[in-house]
Structures are given as C-alpha cells and as structure tokens.
C-alpha cells in the first residue's frame, strides 16, 4: 500500500486502547497524529518511529506521523493540537477521543475536587475534541469520522472504580449503561440545517 486513507488523530496514544488503536490504524494505511500529555513526548516519539518503520504493523505501508502533545481538557491547547497535526500532515479525517483517566474511589469517599478533574479530563475533553475535529472536516468540506474509546469499564463497572462517574473519553456519561458516542461529519454549509429526526 503507497497511498494514505487519510489522516487520524489519536489522543491518549501513548498506552493501552490509543496505542493499540495507533498500531491498527497504521496496518489499515492511515497517517498519524499522536496525542498525550507532554511527558509522554518520548514514548509517543518511540512510537511513531516504530510505526514508521513498520514495527508492529503487518503492513508495507509506513505512516507520515506527528506527534501533538496537549492537555485535552484545555480549550486552546485542543484547537492549537488540531491546527498542528493540520499543518503538519495537511488533513483531519478521523478523530479518536481516546484520552481518559478512571479511578479507584467509591462515592462515600469520592471528592468534588476528584469529581471535577474526572469530568474535566473524561468529559470535556472528549467535547473539546468533537468540536474542533468537527469544525475542521467541514471547514476542509469531505466530511469524517468522530469516535469516542471507551475501555470495558464503560460496559460494566467495577468494584470502586467511579460508578457514577463517566467511563475515559466522556463516551459513556453517568451509570455505565448507556451508548459511546460514534459519529460522522458531512460536509455541510452553515445555512443548510441538518435534518431532523421524524417522530
């Protein structure tokens, strides 16, 4: 394979499901832009020079990679990472809100402070994330692909693992019970209404 899919920007990729998402979507041809807190800068650089080596991937394709650290839950940081992997790899064509954090706390000890940061880093990043990615693909007017991960604890809870609390990437609000979001982006001017749902 010699030509990209597209590009994908990936937060949370340093470990876990955004790793693993990263190493996928390299085997399935797409460009990379890989996302994490600033002092994950070396582990996403290993990454992405293992990626364009062929590392893991089972592919003879080699992604263009770049990397865009940034705390998700800051607004500006979040426009500024878009505009970055933009620049550098020339389109956003899919956006993972995988970045997320869980805790081992039960509601009787659980604090506002705690409660706050969750929902600032599970929750409005994964907002900012949709957002932004969204007004990207329609401003580049081909439309894309929003995705919010969720580990399986956004399926079934665990014992002392935030219950009431929202699953990593702000999929899944509140019990655990409800759907991650997936969504797509048409391209669409901003006069055009989107169709409303019939009853």
Known sequence: MSQSKG???????????G?????RLAQDGFDLALNDLPGKKEVLEDLAAELRRGGESESSYHPRTCIVTCDVSKEDEVKSMIDTAVDA???????IANAGISGMVDLLSETLEGW?????INGTSAFLCYKYAAIQMV?????G?????????GIQGKRLESPLGPEPSGTR?????????IGSVRPTAPSQPWP???P
């Open 173 to 181: 609000l509140g019990p655990r019970n409800s759907h991650a979001l």
């Open 89 to 95: 790899l020339g389109s956003l064509d899919v956006m």
């Open 196 to 198: 409303r749902p019939t």
């Open 7 to 17: 590009v994908a920007l990936i937060t949370g990729s340093a470990q876990g499901i």
């Open 19 to 23: 790793r693993a998402i990263a190493i």
């Open 139 to 143: 401003k580049q007017g081909r439309g």
């Open 145 to 153: 692909r929003i995705i919010g991960a969720s580990s399986m604890v």
């Open 116 to 120: 706050d940061r969750m929902m600032k």
